[in-house]
T-cell receptor, first 112, second 115 residues
Framework: AQSVTQLDSQVPVFEEAPVELRCNYSSSVSVYLFWYVQYPNQGLQLLLK??????LVESINGFEAEFNKSQTSFHLRKPSVHISDTAEYFCAVSVSGNQFYFGTGTSLTVIP | KAGVTQTPRYLIKTRGQQVTLSCSPISGHRSVSWYQQTPGQGLQFLFEYFSETQRNKGNFPGRFSGRQFSNSRSEMNVSTLELGDSALYLCASSLRAGGANTEAFFGQGTRLTVV
């Protein structure tokens, strides 16, 4: 079975400061890894994904995540956050198909 | 191209009633999956359909059911509603089931409130 742990339920950070949202997963098979973002009253939007190849993946809005197989982690980082980054962030794993296992989410609040 | 469309966006039902939610995937996508999102349980997988066949099912009671039509549109039904069924129900659309390019696109969800 697969499971995802997001260690921090809430992360407050000042604007322009760096941030790291932690994600660890457990799986007996190879998985695909994803970060999704959810704004209030909205669905989930894909932020970035790791399927294979380079362990460092980047999004178009400055986020990056690194797949660490030995530590079974996929932490999300951004060197300088903006007010608009305030949202709920979900880490997810998928073994195959359209079935995802989600973490409980991390609420990122950027403070002006 | 149009995204994933879920209808209705908001719904209020009474305990004991049943409800049907609809999801229209992105054109050309054949895989649809459903998730329940609640503050206490987070996002939980309900079921996945591909080419009108249920491929996977999460750990939910039989009151939760679904189906997929030949045009890939999907519906989920919840019978004998309970207060605990109040949640945001999200539908995800994917081009195919499985494979290295798996990426799901989510709709905005249907907010169901059971009173």
């Amino acid at each position: 079975a697969q499971s995802v742990t997001q260690l921090d339920s809430q992360v407050p950070v000042f604007e322009e400061a760096p941030v790291e949202l932690r994600c660890n997963y457990s799986s007996s098979v190879s998985v695909y890894l994803f970060w999704y973002v959810q704004y209030p009253n909205q669905g989930l939007q894909l932020l970035l994904k790791y399927l294979s190849g380079s362990t460092l993946v980047e999004s178009i809005n400055g986020f990056e995540a690194e797949f660490n197989k030995s530590q079974t982690s996929f932490h999300l980082r951004k060197p300088s956050v903006h007010i608009s980054d305030t949202a709920e962030y979900f880490c997810a794993v998928s073994v195959s198909g359209n079935q995802f296992y989600f973490g409980t989410g991390t609420s990122l609040t950027v403070i002006p | 191209k149009a995204g994933v469309t879920q209808t209705p966006r908001y719904l209020i039902k009474t305990r004991g009633q049943q409800v049907t939610l609809s999801c229209s995937p992105i054109s050309g996508h054949r895989s649809v999956s459903w998730y329940q999102q609640t503050p206490g349980q987070g996002l939980q997988f309900l079921f996945e359909y591909f080419s009108e066949t249920q491929r996977n099912k999460g750990n939910f009671p039989g009151r939760f059911s679904g189906r997929q039509f030949s045009n890939s549109r999907s519906e989920m039904n919840v019978s004998t509603l309970e207060l605990g069924d109040s949640a945001l129900y999200l539908c995800a659309s994917s081009l195919r089931a499985g494979g290295a390019n798996t990426e799901a696109f989510f709709g905005q969800g249907t907010r169901l409130t059971v009173v």
